[in-house]
């Protein structure tokens, strides 16, 4: 099983572009998050999804779209890419309370 | 809403035991949650406790108090690799399956 998985590794966008991350899961887990994680801040919510075709905003929504046709993905869109949104991203699966985190994404806005 | 305060850095020396503290206020409580992560790496889950009192797991152990807000993780036998960052998590009451992160503790293991 390849878990989490997330790509890509690495971006660099200028501001205004937009970009999807993917993220995808072969656990069969119903429960999928997207954190990001700041220096000094910690991990922060963005959105989540209980199962297909449910999502819901978490602590820092603004500027990020999220869908959920399956259970094996859950994508993360930047409609347009601003430096505040310079991070590293996680995706995550949630089963029995504990979360599973894929590799990250680190992304660098210009 | 949540508040979580864990210390930034912390040093220890190889061998010995170090103990890293957790302070919180939430609304509610569904449990406390510590996960290892190394630098450039995804969080990795270590332990878990929804009730008061010690959870022990090979050389790490997690205490928890409800009624003070106050966990820790304590680790024996300090090696180099776990030099890392450990962050604290509490998960909220009505939050379904929602945590929220403290800020991590930097732990530098030294020979």
């Known amino acids: 099983n390849a878990g989490v998985t997330q790509t890509p590794k690495f971006q660099v966008l200028k501001t205004g572009q937009s970009m999807t991350l993917q993220c995808a899961q072969d656990m069969n887990h119903e429960y999928m998050s997207w954190y990001r994680q700041d220096p000094g801040m910690g991990l922060r919510l963005i959105h989540y999804s209980v199962g297909a075709g449910i999502t819901d905003q978490g602590e820092v929504p603004n500027g990020y779209n999220v869908s959920r046709s399956t259970t094996e993905d859950f994508p993360l869109r930047l409609l347009s890419a601003a430096p505040s949104q310079t991070s590293v991203y996680f995706c995550?699966?949630?089963?029995?309370?504990?979360?599973?985190f894929g590799p990250g994404t680190r992304l660098t806005v210009l | 809403g949540q508040n979580i305060d864990q210390p930034t850095e912390m040093t220890a020396t190889e061998g010995a035991i170090v103990q890293i503290n957790c302070t919180y206020q939430?609304?509610?409580?569904?449990?406390l949650f510590w996960y290892q992560q190394h630098a450039g790496e995804a969080p990795t889950f270590l332990s878990y406790?929804?009730?008061?009192g010690l959870e022990e797991k090979g050389r790490f152990s997690s205490f928890l108090s409800r009624s003070k807000g106050y966990s820790y993780l304590l680790l024996k036998e300090l090696q180099m690799k776990d030099s890392a960052s450990y962050l604290c998590?509490?998960?909220?009451?009505?939050?379904?399956?929602?945590?929220?992160f403290g800020t991590g503790t930097q732990l530098k293991v030294e020979l």
């Open positions: 998590a509490v998960r909220p009451t009505g939050g379904g399956n929602k945590l929220t």
């Open positions: 995550a699966t949630t089963e029995r309370l504990q979360e599973f």
């Open positions: 939430t609304s509610g409580f569904n449990g």
């Open positions: 406790n929804v009730l008061d």
